[in-house]
């Protein structure tokens, strides 16, 4: 059993992701996963579960950065002035953050669905509904971050000055 370095990616940082590698092992047959097993406990079905968990799990992650893009978009457009009145008063900003506060809706939908039918399989389809939770939750993520460095400009983009706004919530 070798395991390679952990491999550089984007993203979250807390769990280290890399390859690993087994040679001349012998693996009994309530450990496989693939075709042949016929363990109830273990194999594909089990792993599919664990698949389904940890994709609510990325779609609930993107919920709270989703929610937080938008809270700090909003409140650095109330507290931010040009020509004497709040940026949130232009109309393209609005149209923006308007945009943030839809999908953040959508996608907290999406999520709360996604766990009901993990906790409960029988109300719905739960591959599906929890692949768009994470897929509608993963793309919104993108969406409002990006909205936020466009509502935020300089202060959402400069790592310097990003704290300092912080800290005034």
Known sequence: FVQSKPLRKMGMHSSPTGE???????????????????????????????????????????????????TLSVQYAKDREQFGVPIGSFQALKHLMADMFVRTNLARSATYAAAAVLDDPVIGDLGRTVSAAKLLAGEAGIDNSRGSVQVLGGMGFTWDMLPNFLLKR
């Open 20 to 70: 690993l590698f087994l040679d001349d092992v012998r693996v009994g047959i309530d450990r496989l996963v693939g075709e042949t097993e016929d363990v109830a406990s273990g194999g594909r079905e089990g792993a599919k579960a664990t698949f389904m968990q940890e994709r609510s799990g990325v779609a609930a992650m993107s919920l709270g950065i989703i929610e937080e893009c938008l």
